[in-house]
């Protein structure tokens, strides 16, 4: 379809798009996780009450009550919490952290009994006050000492709790990241004790409360490097009978791994042992990806585990929104900073459908406000007519369009004649619209990449260019040549874009940073209808960023061209790398 065309049938399209990923809606019911995964595990949460935290227990409540069947303290059930000087004990805070899970039907989870990490001092010293592991001289005397109290640390905790704390990490994080031992030699419970302390607790563990599933609790669980030395130590520990009812997997992870391979051949193997499967401290940085892409992670990640459900009893995430996580700016939790949910709560909702649709689902596709910025209606994906809403579009000062939907206003009620669209996200002015507007369809529009894998030309080494349209994170066309050099993408037929994104070389397997002055510096955006007219339609100056990531007026386009003047940032230095182009739009038929 030629321009003249395209005006001949009145196809009118205005958009203001921007990518703000604002709160859709405010008056929907969040689903609730706990109750969507009722049949498969626990779904709990890593709760901050310590005296000196902020006390998530409180500025996260509606999201604790609302998701979470199990409840595991951040900080506050650690030996140098629960126990600062011997025969002193702690467990304020920790009982009413007990007490808000009884009262909500919640189990939980106690972590930890014995670790390396924030374990007091005392511990570890003989009757003159020296610390027994930085003797050059172990006495039998000083290690019964050692021994004598971990087991008596286990059975005040343990017995103080009950039935109320319904499993427990016995030991924690006790192998080593060197792959020359087993037991993480500097431990001062290796140390003190030797490393028979992990058989000594798990007994004493069992015996004080033999109701309670035991758990042995690691970070890297699923990492080549490490799963099978933890493999190793849980074997061996049930050969000799020792009580292990389970393996905590942390779960301490990244949008980029560790794969979804390593995760459940990690699973089977631990599974095989016959162990109980606990995802403990889960959380999934953002680093430098989107969150979008976070969300796919999580999904992805979710749906492996309810496929392992008959082993996997329990996923905990490792805080409950991003203004509250130990990863800090790396927002890995799936509320964030305003305890909104994000893509990635939406994501796990369920796991076979994108986030975007999951969303629309619960808040509705498209959102209406008034001037004062309130939300007076929401449509879900349909058609309607204007006469028949529950609302007017007189009150209408903007509009909110969920990610993967299409809102189209027509002229006339049988959505024949003049159509606006809205894309995304838009602000708009209200004036005229209920007069003009007769009828509304809200669509899903494709939120794949339209450019993947599609033919493609270059004016230098061509014979590469394919691997900036490939999906492969890893595979790059990266002309060394003098500029202005492009990259032509052929769509194979018309499409109205509303979106481009550009992978250069920060984004490379090697790199991983966000900015960078390798990155392209210079580059333009064009389209064409015939592959030989082209017009710009985003010019990019002066950048660093590893991904240009940038929203466009719907442009109709069946060509796109990468247009690079400026390769790098350095004079020195003038290699191009693109990693890939990807481009989004709907079919303009
Ligand atoms: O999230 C906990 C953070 O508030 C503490 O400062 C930190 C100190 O050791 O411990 C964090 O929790 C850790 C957990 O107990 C064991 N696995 C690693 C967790 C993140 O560091």
């Known amino acids: 379809m030629t321009k003249r065309n395209l005006a001949a049938v009145c196809f009118l399209v205005i958009v203001l798009v921007f990518s703000s990923s604002s709160v859709l809606a405010e008056n929907y019911v969040l689903p609730s996780l706990r109750e969507i995964y009722k049949d498969y595990f626990h779904i709990g949460g890593a709760i901050s009450v310590a005296s000196w935290a902020p006390k998530t227990l409180i500025?996260?409540?509606?999201?604790?009550?609302?998701?979470?069947?199990?409840?595991?303290?951040?900080?506050?059930?650690?030996?140098?919490?629960?126990?600062?000087?011997?025969?002193?004990?702690?467990?304020?805070?920790?009982?009413?952290?007990?007490?808000?899970?009884?009262?909500?039907?919640?189990?939980?989870?106690?972590?930890?009994?014995?670790?390396?990490?924030?374990?007091?001092?005392?511990?570890?010293?003989?009757?003159?006050?020296?610390?027994?592991?930085?003797k050059d001289q172990i006495t039998d005397e000083d290690r019964q000492l050692v021994i004598s109290r971990?087991?008596?640390?286990?059975?005040?905790?343990?017995?103080?709790?009950?039935?109320?704390?319904?499993?427990?990490?016995?030991?924690?994080?006790?192998?080593?990241?060197?792959?020359?031992?087993?037991?993480?030699?500097?431990s001062p419970w290796v140390r003190t004790i030797g490393e028979d302390f992990i058989k000594i607790a798990f007994r004493k563990a069992h015996e004080v409360n033999p109701n309670a599933k035991l758990f042995y609790n690691d970070y890297n669980a699923v990492a080549p490097y490490k799963r099978g030395r933890i493999h190793k130590l849980l074997t061996d520990l049930l050969a000799e009978g020792v009580p292990v009812h389970g393996i905590g997997i942390q779960g301490h992870w990244?949008?980029?791994?560790?794969?979804?391979?390593?995760?459940?051949?990690?699973?089977?193997?631990?599974?095989?042992?016959?162990?109980?499967?606990?995802?403990?401290?889960?959380?999934?940085?953002?680093?430098?990806?989107?969150?979008?892409?976070?969300?796919?992670?999580?999904?992805?990640?979710?749906?492996?585990?309810?496929?392992?459900?008959?082993?996997?009893?329990?996923?905990?995430?490792?805080?409950?929104?991003?203004?509250?996580?130990?990863?800090?700016?790396?927002d890995p939790l799936l509320f964030d900073r305003n305890h909104e949910p994000k893509p990635a709560f939406w994501a796990v909702v369920d796991t076979d459908k994108p986030w975007y649709v999951n969303k629309a689902e619960y808040t509705g596709a498209v959102i209406f406000k008034n001037a004062a910025g309130q939300?007076?209606?929401?449509?879900?994906?349909?058609?309607?007519?204007?006469?028949?809403?529950?609302?007017?579009?007189?009150?209408?000062?903007?509009?909110?369009?969920?990610?993967?939907?299409?809102?189209?206003?027509?002229?006339?009620?049988?959505?024949?004649?003049?159509?606006?669209?809205?894309?995304?996200?838009?602000l708009f002015d209200g004036a005229n619209w209920p007069d003009k507007a007769k009828a509304i369809a809200i669509r899903t529009i494709s939120a794949q990449n339209i450019a993947l894998n599609k033919p493609v030309e270059a004016s230098v080494l061509s014979e590469r260019a394919h691997r900036a349209v490939d999906g492969a994170a890893d595979t790059s066309w990266a002309p060394r040549a003098t500029p202005p050099y492009w990259l032509s993408v052929d769509l194979q037929e018309p499409y109205l874009l509303y979106r481009w994104v550009c992978k250069l070389h920060g984004t490379g397997p090697l790199s991983r940073i966000s900015h960078s002055p390798f990155n392209a510096a210079d580059f333009i955006l064009q389209v064409s209808e015939d592959g030989i007219n082209w017009t710009d339609v985003d010019v990019v100056e002066d950048n660093t960023a590893s991904t240009t990531e940038r929203d466009l007026d719907l442009i109709k386009a069946r060509y796109v061209r990468l247009f690079v003047t400026r390769p790098t940032s350095l004079e020195v230095n003038q290699n191009l790398v693109v990693y890939e182009l990807e481009l989004y739009g709907l079919p303009a038929e």
């Open 59 to 134: 500025s996260h409540r509606e999201i604790i009550l609302g998701q979470l069947s199990s409840l595991t303290a951040e900080n506050a059930m650690k030996p140098d919490y629960l126990q600062p000087r011997e025969g002193v004990f702690n467990f304020r805070e920790p009982d009413n952290l007990v007490s808000f899970a009884k009262e909500h039907g919640m189990v939980v989870r106690g972590h930890t009994l014995v670790w390396h990490g924030q374990t007091p001092d005392w511990f570890f010293r003989d009757k003159n006050g020296q610390l027994i592991y930085e």
């Open 150 to 186: 971990m087991e008596a640390h286990i059975e005040a905790v343990m017995t103080h709790f009950g039935d109320d704390v319904y499993c427990w990490d016995v030991v924690n994080e006790a192998v080593s990241d060197n792959a020359a031992y087993i037991h993480r030699p500097e």
């Open 254 to 330: 990244g949008v980029d791994g560790p794969s979804l391979a390593d995760i459940e051949q990690s699973i089977k193997m631990y599974a095989e042992l016959g162990l109980e499967i606990h995802i403990t401290e889960m959380d999934i940085g953002m680093g430098d990806f989107t969150e979008e892409e976070q969300a796919e992670r999580y999904r992805q990640v979710f749906e492996l585990f309810k496929k392992y459900s008959d082993v996997i009893t329990n996923v905990t995430l490792w805080g409950i929104a991003d203004d509250a996580s130990w990863r800090g700016d790396d």
């Open 375 to 426: 939300i007076f209606g929401t449509l879900k994906p349909g058609e309607y007519k204007a006469a028949d809403l529950s609302f007017s579009l007189a009150d209408v000062a903007r509009i909110e369009v969920g990610t993967g939907y299409m809102m189209s206003l027509y002229e006339s009620e049988d959505r024949t004649g003049d159509a606006w669209h809205f894309v995304r996200t838009d």
